[in-house]
């Protein structure tokens, strides 16, 4: 049979499960490996589940397989530093040959955020790259870089993470970057032509709907000023209750206005930034967020940042007008950004507000230098 589950496969099953909070951690039934066919399991929760003495726990447990879902990293205590990190590595290793309910393969091994986990998520990876260039551990820089690449190319983009669920939303796109270092580290910039499919395949996922967006609105993750300029925002392709987060997300859409309240969370998801005041209309309550109407400066610098190492990527090929092409994107987005994020008056770049035209009131920190 089939290892690989989407949660809507057990819709009535999983609904019931996190609203009846049998296990602590919401995760837990995200995370469940089927050991029977779904079509079976469905049946017999239908069958059972009005029965006297039915315990919702127990069928649970007797059907799926947590395996890994508590996982805890064993150490010595009063390691140095430098030791303690090089023994995490090892510890936070996962590999993913196949899929196993929710979670999807990949190629090659990966490491973790934390016991918690054992998927394999996009921007994190990134910073965890930086933690292996200093450690000389070339070779799993390169597996990420693989991942990565594996799940441009199958999916069309690098997940949230790697599981089923995750499917309608990336994370901040840092898989250019991850180029960039693994190049530094390696001394090698044939890199950037072995993967120029990928990072344009990565950079289309991005900008799709850009040539259909009307002015002053929002199309998928591109907007469109009501100047007619492109900027790009976080977005998630579903409405609905983040499975990760079933309970959560119904509690907190009670008192919620609005149709996309969900895409709204999701989309912040997206950011990676889940979850901040940086959302929400009233800087409070989540209620009011409202991440679909902002377009945001991180995400517009590190798409700048895929342009122009897309314009370098087609220069070592001699691909003239492609280069031309993403040298005059990322010319325009540069110009872009200081236009629409940069705040005079308290000289800091802020998200920009696509509604109200204006900057948002939060204060980010620009991520990237913007240089000529």
Not at 126 to 149: D, H, K, P, T
Request: hydrophobic share 35%; aromatic share 12%.
């Amino acid at each position: 049979m089939s290892n690989q589950l989407y949660i809507k496969e057990i819709q009535v099953l999983f609904d019931a499960v996190q609203k009846s909070e049998i296990f602590e951690d919401q995760k837990m039934m995200t995370d469940a490996v089927p050991l029977f066919l779904i079509s079976e399991i469905n049946a017999k929760y239908e069958l059972e589940k009005d029965s006297t003495g039915f315990d919702l726990k127990s069928f649970v447990m007797a059907h799926f397989d947590f395996l890994g879902a508590k996982v805890s990293v064993q150490r010595e205590d009063h390691l140095p530093i430098e030791e303690h990190i090089e023994k995490l590595w090892d510890e936070l290793t996962r590999t993913a040959h196949e899929e196993k309910g929710t979670l999807l393969k990949l190629p090659k091994p990966y490491i973790v955020p934390g016991g918690r986990f054992n998927e394999f998520f996009y921007w994190d990876s990134y910073f965890i790259m930086l933690g292996l260039q200093v450690s000389g551990r070339v070779e799993m820089m390169e597996n990420i870089v693989e991942n990565c690449a594996y799940l441009i190319q199958n999916v069309g983009f690098v997940p949230n993470a790697s599981r089923t669920h995750f499917l309608s939303r990336s994370q901040p796109p840092y898989f250019s970057l991850m180029l960039e270092l693994l190049a530094e580290t390696t001394n090698d910039e044939t890199i950037y032509s072995k993967y120029h499919d990928t990072l344009e395949k990565e950079y289309n996922f991005w900008m799709d709907g850009n040539e259909e967006v009307e002015n002053g609105s929002g199309l998928k993750r591109v907007v469109k000023t009501q100047d007619g300029d492109l900027l790009n925002r976080y977005y998630d392709a579903e409405n609905e209750p983040r499975p990760e987060s079933y309970l959560i997300d119904i509690e907190d859409k009670e008192n919620a206005p609005g149709e996309e309240f969900y895409r709204n969370i999701r989309s912040a998801c997206e950011s990676g930034w889940d979850f901040s005041s940086r959302w929400f209309a009233d800087g409070e309550h989540i209620q009011t967020i409202e991440t679909l109407n902002l377009a945001e400066v991180d995400l517009n610098c590190l798409l700048w940042h895929l342009e122009i190492t897309l314009a370098k990527s087609s220069e070592l090929q001699n691909l003239k007008d492609k280069e031309n092409y993403f040298s005059e994107r990322a010319a325009k987005r540069r110009h872009m950004i200081h236009k629409y994020f940069w705040d005079e008056k308290t000289k800091i770049y802020r998200d920009y507000h696509i509604k109200k035209t204006q900057k948002h009131r939060l204060n980010i920190l620009l991520l990237f230098t913007l240089y000529s």
